[in-house]
């Protein structure tokens, strides 16, 4: 049996994008810039696009600029509110823990060119409290960044909340929000955020194209240059068959919502108790307000890299919090942050499912990473420790 139960990582085209794709690749391939005709139709199917994204996610469409995916419309969004910041005299930018690397890379950038960067803990749940971001404010501060849902634990972050107390402040917002549009109801103007980040990959559309929203008036200096396209915010034709495609995969996924979130809770739910029998685990983020489909584990004794590995032979393919670096494996920034410890973070598991897998999949998940721990627990020397008192068990 195989099983892709990494749709935290990406998703396969949905037919209905595929079809959009190759209509408009073969009617629509004049350059949306020209002047002639070949161009102004080409123009023409942009702006609709983006119209029809405005308002799927509640904001005009002025406010919405393409890009290619969820990284540089993080790295854009962080940049610009951070230098129009420095120009007031304004250098603290504050953040979670447990962001993508997309936003803590740019944030570690910006530090190193003289910004404060404030990280802000979560708890045990990944969730971050409203009460620190507003202790965290003060006049200093440019930019408040908090994502929409964690992509590693599924947590789902109190952006309305955040939104409303930066418009207070009179601070600036920003919310990575690629793991959740597409999934989960997503307005803008309920969140209140000066900037959102989206990617088509995340929702059933195309890789390589994604969505920067911007406030109208939030500053916004590009990443690119070279043209005038995109309001002058970001240079570079636009690859207008990927940008349909989005645009029809976000409609079906939205119009599918619903349905798709029922099956997604129901077989998390199932996957959930049944992965909770095996001893020794704990499930990572809160049980609740957490993505449907996103199950993520810790195992004791095991590591993760080996579990993917022997799942990957049963034809299962997972992803864990941890990223093999240089031949050594880190443990994952976002569960060392809900205060995992890095022998039980090394072992962890990230299922995430889509509409499309099936109770019998879900059966047979429980069961192989049952197999693959036990077996993997048995060549544990640490295990053996735990288990004749040699160490004492953390989960």
Excluded at 33 to 49: I, M
């Amino acid at each position: 049996m195989d099983i892709y139960a990494d749709h935290a990582a990406t998703t396969k085209m949905c037919d209905a994008a595929l079809r959009a794709y190759a209509d408009t690749a073969a009617k629509f391939y004049g350059n949306a810039s020209s002047l002639h005709t070949a161009g102004q139709r080409a123009q023409e199917v942009l702006s609709d696009c983006r119209a029809r994204i405005a308002r799927l996610l509640g904001c005009d469409a002025r406010e919405l600029y393409f890009t290619s995916g969820g990284s540089e419309s993080d790295n854009q969004a962080i940049t610009s509110a951070a230098h129009a910041g420095a120009k007031k005299g304004k250098k603290k930018l504050i953040s979670t823990a447990i962001e993508h690397h997309a936003v803590l890379h740019t944030l570690k950038k910006l530090e190193r060119e003289g910004f404060e960067v404030v990280l802000l803990p979560v708890g045990e749940d990944g969730i971050v409290e409203v009460s620190d971001v507003e202790a965290a404010i003060d006049e200093n501060t440019a930019l408040v960044s908090v994502m929409f849902a964690n992509n590693e634990i599924g947590t789902i972050q109190p952006v309305a909340e955040i939104g409303a107390l930066c418009k207070k402040k009179g601070v600036l917002f920003h919310t990575d929000a690629v793991q959740a549009v597409g999934h989960i109801p997503v307005n803008i103007r309920e969140i209140g955020c000066d900037y959102l980040a989206l990617s088509a990959h995340k929702f059933s559309g195309p890789k390589g194209v994604g969505v920067l929203y911007a406030r109208r008036g939030a500053p916004l200096s590009p990443l690119i240059e070279g043209g005038a396209q995109e309001h002058g915010k970001r240079a570079g034709t636009e690859d207008l068959p990927a940008i349909v495609a989005m645009t029809v995969a976000l409609e079906t996924s939205i119009a599918d919502m619903d349905a798709s979130e029922k099956v997604l809770k129901h077989l998390q739910d199932r996957l959930i108790a049944g992965l909770s029998k095996i001893e020794h685990c704990a499930l990572n983020g809160d049980r609740v307000r957490r993505l449907p489909g996103n199950t993520s584990f810790c195992f004791e004794g095991i590591e993760g890299e080996s579990l993917l590995l022997l799942l990957d032979e049963k034809g299962i393919e997972a992803s864990s919090g941890s990223a093999c670096t240089s031949g050594s494996l880190d443990p994952s920034h976002v569960l060392l942050a809900i205060g995992r410890v890095h022998d039980v973070a090394h072992g962890s598991l990230r299922l995430t499912l889509g509409p499309e897998n099936t109770e019998e999949e879900v059966d047979y998940l429980i069961e192989s990473v049952k197999e693959v721990v036990e077996y993997l627990r048995n060549m544990s020397p640490v295990w053996r420790d735990l288990k004749e008192g040699r160490r004492q068990y953390i989960l």
